[in-house]
């Protein structure tokens, strides 16, 4: 069957659509198998849209790291029309997928690129992420790592982890890296951290 977090999917296409259901706003968004939560928007990435911060006026660039077909990308955009939204994954499949709801939904400011295309120049404002936490903690923590790095002095990251897949032992090993944790939120078997630089 594979991963969601391989780069091609060998499971075959069975394309549907699902509803993205917020107090200000609502998409339907194309998925398919071979993605992460393709039957439905999965409940930690809404959560993460209803518990996290709301935009912070002057974000000029925002990232989802592993953006699946979209969901986060896509309420990004909507909510911070001003900013570019990049969305991440290394999934092929996912990837044109979000571009394709970012087509349908008017969106012109979403960019959707692998994470070997990332820009190096470009400073991120706030990354978000329901990060793919099945890929192991070394790769958990390098793509971490990876991402936080390219925080702005005064950027941030918003992640949402299950509790059962280790959320409180990421919280730890952050702060051991030497960044500042807070918990934000946790409830529906979710934790809410939000991340900044040391």
């Known amino acids: 069957m594979g991963q969601y977090f391989d780069s091609e999917p060998s499971v075959t296409s069975a394309r549907r659509v699902v509803e993205l259901v917020l107090p200000d706003l609502h998409l339907e ?12 928007v999965d409940s930690g990435s809404k959560l993460l849209l209803l518990d996290g911060p709301t ?12 953006c699946g077909y979209g969901p986060i990308t896509m309420a990004l955009a ?32 979403v960019r959707v690129i692998s994470p070997d295309e990332w820009p190096d120049e470009v400073v991120i404002d706030r990354v978000w992420s329901n990060p793919p936490i099945r890929v192991g903690k070394a790769a958990l923590h390098e793509l971490s790592l990876t991402w936080l790095g390219r925080l702005g002095p005064d950027g941030s990251a918003h992640f949402v982890v299950q509790k059962h897949l280790g959320a409180d ?9 030497g960044f500042s944790v807070n918990r934000r939120g946790s409830r529906k078997a979710f934790r809410l951290l939000d991340i900044t630089p040391g």
């Open 169 to 177: 032992s990421l919280h730890a090993w952050l702060e051991r890296e």
């Open 29 to 40: 968004l194309t998925t398919d198998r071979g993605v992460f939560s393709a039957d439905q």
């Open 78 to 109: 909507k909510r911070n029309p001003d900013a570019t939204v990049y969305g991440v994954d290394v999934n092929e499949r996912a990837r044109a997928l979000c571009v394709e709801n970012a087509e349908a939904a008017g969106l012109s400011n």
């Open 55 to 66: 935009p912070t006026p002057g974000d000029r660039t925002l990232v989802d790291v592993g």
